[in-house]
Each structure stands twice: as structure tokens, then as C-alpha cells.
């Protein structure tokens, strides 16, 4: 099993920054299949930022050039560094952990509102 433990939501202005932090715990190997994905009000969870199975990164196109992905090794952890938030930013933020057969580990989620 795997924990995943999210850190760093909040309430901020347009134009505005927020980093987000997840830290995982129990059987983890690597940082690798890591990233996160946010859920609007009436909308489906989709994906923002992710550290591929084979250690790059990918972005959603709506977060290209203000979203940064990274990741402390040692610590297995992955941070989300949003910049330039714009109100349509405004969510749920979960951490994921791809796991066989689709199985993937979640986290509890952490609220982002990017409002004036």
C-alpha cells in the first residue's frame, strides 16, 4: 500500500502563486507515475502535471508555462508550483500514484479557490 498525503491548498487572487506539496509513504520505489489531477465543481478530475513512468514530465495545455512539476527523491515526494493562477485553476488538487491494473493510489485532496 501506498499513502499519499497532500499539503498546500488554499485561497488565492488571480495572478497569484500556490505550491503543493504531496508526500508518499508504504510501498513506494520511485517518484516515477507520479503527479496530480484536479476536479472543478461540476466537472471531471483530469489531469495537470505528471512525472511519466519513465521520469519525464507532462502538462495539461491549460497549465503550460505556469505550472511546474518536481520532485525530491529522497523524500518521495512531488510538488506543484502554480503560478499566474487564473480562477478557472480553482479545485480540488489530488496527488496520484499509478499502481497495476489500473489500481492507482489517490490522495485525500487539498482545495485550491483562485479568487478576487
Known amino acids: 500500500q501506498v499513502q499519499l498525503v497532500e499539503s498546500g491548498g488554499g485561497l488565492v487572487q488571480p495572478g497569484g502563486s500556490l505550491r503543493l506539496s504531496c508526500a508518499a509513504s508504504g510501498r513506494i520505489f520511485s517518484v516515477h507515475g507520479m503527479g496530480w489531477y484536479r476536479q472543478a465543481p461540476g466537472k471531471q478530475r483530469e489531469s495537470v502535471a505528471a512525472?511519466?513512468?519513465?521520469?519525464?514530465?507532462v502538462y495539461a495545455d491549460s497549465v503550460k508555462g505556469r505550472f511546474t512539476i518536481s520532485r525530491d527523491n529522497a523524500k518521495f515526494a512531488v510538488h506543484l508550483q502554480m503560478n499566474d493562477l487564473k480562477p478557472e485553476d480553482t479545485g480540488v488538487y489530488y496527488c496520484n500514484k499509478e499502481a497495476p491494473g489500473g489500481n492507482d493510489y489517490w490522495g485525500q485532496g487539498t482545495q485550491v479557490t483562485v479568487s478576487s
Open positions: 512525472f511519466t513512468r519513465g521520469g519525464s514530465t
